[in-house]
């Protein structure tokens, strides 16, 4: 079968039409695609630099980790420990000259890196009193933590100080 | 070339022998591809008429051979492809034999050439090649054998001046019809006064017979193997140029398109092999975080463990601690802080300050204190009070 003269410039043009559209398909394929594997390396390369820098800070955690293991106490009796802890409060109140009032035992919260054995109280002393009071409280190798502290000038008197902590020893979990 | 029965194909050169093919179809197949193709075509194919026109250059004398041919052909001038050999030229006349073949019998003819795309770029009559390699006879009879007919031309100094096609193939029938012929050729207007008589070498057993006929002229014996040279006339009809010159370009644009295609492939293949590249990029890296991941992890949790420890290891997160950089940054001591307040996430503190200014000031202290950058500090506008004074909120947030 012979095609006539218009037979083939429709057929060409058909044909043209054809492959630019397949073509345009194939560019937008291929941005398409290329745009998602810039996408993809980049990420992955954030993601390396990150592990690489974490990688190079092996030493630090270890040792930290090392130094958490060998600090931080264990928890053997937990009514013992709320009382101990209740107790060393009260003795640095005492030396403080802080007056302690409502202490609350919280029971035991257990988190996976600690198990928290809190207890909540009110203080009402002189501002220096509870400077040296909160001073002494908390040491980096005590495991002492004010979970939540509320502090504010007396309305009666404004030279004393109200405050409401709620101090924990965090144990190892 | 046409032999006596059937087509010799080759023997252009010394060195080449022909080969005999009983048809087209076969001389078609032995020519080699590529090879450039001249045909001769036998008398019987062609028409030749001797003419006497008046002297011109070769194209007016080539349009008045056309308009002569056409009055006595039965086809017109687009169904013929002529040419014509000048036999002689004088100031104001000149002898030509015009020769014409049909179009469609020369297409007929050349199919199996031309289906093979072995198109002749040279058609010429077989008797006129002839004819050339005796041009040191005045006057010259030739006798041969082509084409399922015996010829007989008449050359005049190696022009070709009548040529008579006896469907006679024996030597009887042949001598029969000779002095028929003659007496034709010589009303034609050529001339007879021959000089000599040359008879094809493999019609030797006709000598007698033919001297008998041509009576004191010498008869002799001839080859008409060999090399030929092109000769005068080239009947290659103008559609097969005009189809060769498109096939040129046929050609010329699949080679173009060969070109744009194998580009095309290129940049396919190259596109490909990019992607192939950067997935093995991302293949790679996954890897390596695969093969470190298990490390990794190892140290995540020592960190994550350490940070959610920071409130108990951390000096800088007790409350004393903030407190204390809380009152460093405090501008003036008309300013007082009258709350604070602390939870694992962030703290807040709230004061008043005796302008709206230094209540502002104390939050970028706050901000700009480097013991407290752990802190992203927020706050509102400072609340004016009945006397004049400034209440501020702020809130640093881990």
New interface residues.
Partial sequence: MTLSPREKVLAMAVGGTVIVLLNLL?LSA?AR??SA??A??AD??A??AT?QE??G??GL??A??AA?TAK?PGLTNENAAEVELLDMVRALAKKHEVTMENPVFGGVVR????RSVPVSLDTHSTWPNL?GF??E??K?D????????????DPGDPTKILGHFKIAR?YAP | MPAADGWRVGGAVDTEAARLARTMEEAAATVPAGATVRLSLPVSAVLMERMRLPSADREELGGMVVLQLEKTLPYSGEETTSGFNIIRQEENECDLLAIAVSNEQLNGLCLPLRSRRKQPNQVTVFALQLAAKFSREEVLALIYREADATILAVAQKGRLVAAHACPATDREGFLAELPRMLLAAELEGAPVNFTKVAVERELAGWLDGVREQFGDVPVERVSIDGPLEPGPVNLVPAGWTQEQRQEARKAKVRDWLALAGAIYLFFLLAAAAYIIWRQRQVGAIDGQVMAAAPAVDTIAARKARWMALEAATDPTRYPVEILQQINKSIPSADLHVTIFDQTPSQFMVEGEAPTAGMAVQYMDALRANPDLNAFHFESGPPEILPNEHAHFRIFGKL
Avoid: G, H, K
């Fill in positions: 194939l291929f695609r290329n594997l810039r993809e390396l992955r390369r993601e390396w592990m974490l990688l800070e092996e955690w270890a930290r980790d958490l931080q988190s996976p890196s600690y400077i909160l001073y409280l908390q980096p005590q495991f002492i933590v004010c979970e939540t502290a509320n502090i504010q000038v965090w």
